[in-house]
């Protein structure tokens, strides 16, 4: 399908993650963007050339790169609201993992979608996944058209090495949608064993590898405890990072932890929300910009959170971090935008979506501006990370596709079957 977007307000990302506007069109053919530009110059020639089965009148609002979502447990939507108000240790034994055990790859697989759903009402194009029943995962999001890379959660209870490589295969071959990164749950769910296996595994991909890494201070001091080093160190002597990943929260970090992730060229996904919910603390985001350290935002899961959307992620990275340094002027929007955006792709391994630019999938949002906490435009970047929500997204397009438009979804399910679907899988797992 070849669409054409004119009359449109075009974020461009700069090299130096700085952002400029641009009035004009953006023309999208199959799944790319092919032209960028003011339209003039092309209206005599390229126009009659291609064939646009949509033209699409901007009305002067914003078309951005959609966000990525860099760490999400999407099917954990049964548990939204259901667990709560627990400190994390105790969340995860007593209300988390009883409750998954009884999950089927069925239910999965609708709860994956509802948790798509949001997504698109959130502006966000693809998602850093980790959960159990992969495929299922994966096969929702090509069932749908959103775009998944999927982590592989690797711990002593619900896999092994043999499933993870088959998932490894089967994942990336799935979908031009769909792709696969190793990965373990953490340090504290995983033994030294696994750990070895999957360092092998890696590197016999080629592959970076992820982990939740230093989310509360009693995982790194049990890690101590055990092995005499911190999960990043640990995780570095097993030879996990030759081809690089990242981890998620990144909050309990030593200063040799941060050399290591400069060393390697690593991502650290920051999750601002779940991590004030389960008072895990503060990552330090400054000092990782500082040690020129890749930073990506998560929502983590909808059992955490409890809400899928990136305007509260990139609001509390922002002011978190201000807190932390006492210092209002670090971390700028300019920065969180960036990392909500192409720092998410970067560590997704998704370079053709980081940014509006020719050439790169058309992974793309329409923000509208003609509202009351868009207005006036003095600064449209800031408008975003300091006064945008939900309420702003009028469209998301993911691969070329549009998925939601205008409060409607096009994703192959209608919402009364997903919503029933979630609420018969949480009634039946309540027992
Ligand atoms: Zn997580």
């Not at 929007?333 to 792709?345: F, N, R």
């Not at 906490?373 to 549009?402: C, F, H, L, R, W």
Request: hydrophobic share 40%; net charge negative.
């Amino acid at each position: 399908m070849n669409i054409r977007f004119y009359h449109a307000k075009i974020l461009v990302t700069g090299e130096n993650k700085e952002f400029s506007i641009l009035n004009g069109e953006l023309w999208v053919e199959n799944d790319s963007i092919s032209y960028i530009g003011d339209g003039k110059e092309l209206r005599n020639q390229k126009e009659d050339a291609v064939i646009f089965d949509r033209e699409i009148d901007v009305e002067g609002n914003l078309l951005m790169p959609g966000f990525k979502d860099a760490h999400t447990h999407t099917a954990m939507t049964f548990l939204r609201s259901y667990a709560d108000d627990l400190p994390l240790q105790e969340w995860l034994e007593k209300q988390v993992f009883p409750n998954e055990a009884k999950l089927t790859k069925e239910d999965v697989y609708y709860l994956a979608i509802l948790g798509i759903m949001e997504y698109l009402t959130s502006g966000i194009t693809s998602n850093f996944d980790m959960y159990n029943f992969p495929r299922s995962i994966a096969k929702a999001s090509k069932d749908t058209g959103f775009r998944t890379v999927f982590c592989s959660g690797l711990n002593n209870f619900v896999s092994n090495l043999e499933e993870l490589r088959e998932d490894y295969n089967v994942i990336n071959a799935m979908s031009p949608l769909t792709s696969f990164l190793p990965g373990i749950h953490a340090e504290y769910t995983t033994n030294q064993k696994l750990m070895e296996g999957l360092a092998k595994l890696a590197q016999e991909l080629k592959a970076p590898v992820w982990m939740h890494n230093a989310e509360t201070q009693k995982e790194v001091e049990e890690c101590k405890a055990r092995y005499g080093m911190t999960p990043t160190e640990l995780t570095e002597a097993l030879g996990f990072y030759e081809y690089g990943g990242g981890g998620y929260h990144c909050i309990w970090f030593t200063e040799h932890d941060f050399e290591l992730f400069q060393k390697h060229d690593m991502t650290v996904v920051t999750n601002p929300a779940s991590n004030l919910k389960l008072a895990s603390g503060i990552c330090p985001v400054k000092k990782f910009l500082d040690y020129g350290i890749n930073v990506a935002i998560g929502t983590d899961g909808p059992a955490s959170n409890n809400c899928l959307d990136m305007f509260r992620e990139m609001f509390l990275t922002t002011g978190l971090a201000k807190v932390k340094e006492e210092d209002a002027s670090c971390v700028s929007a300019e920065e969180v935008l960036y990392m909500a955006t192409a720092g998410g792709a970067k560590a997704m391994q998704l370079p053709d979506c980081d940014r509006l630019a020719v050439g790169k999938k058309a992974d793309l949002i329409m923000l509208d501006l003609k509202k009351p906490n868009m207005q006036p435009e003095n600064n449209i970047v800031k408008n975003i990370v300091y006064a945008g929500s939900k309420q702003n997204v009028k469209m998301t397009m993911v691969n070329g596709k549009i998925l939601y438009e205008n409060g409607a979804f096009s994703i192959g399910f209608s919402e009364e079957e997903i919503y029933r679907r979630a609420n018969e899988i949480i009634n039946r797992i309540k027992g």
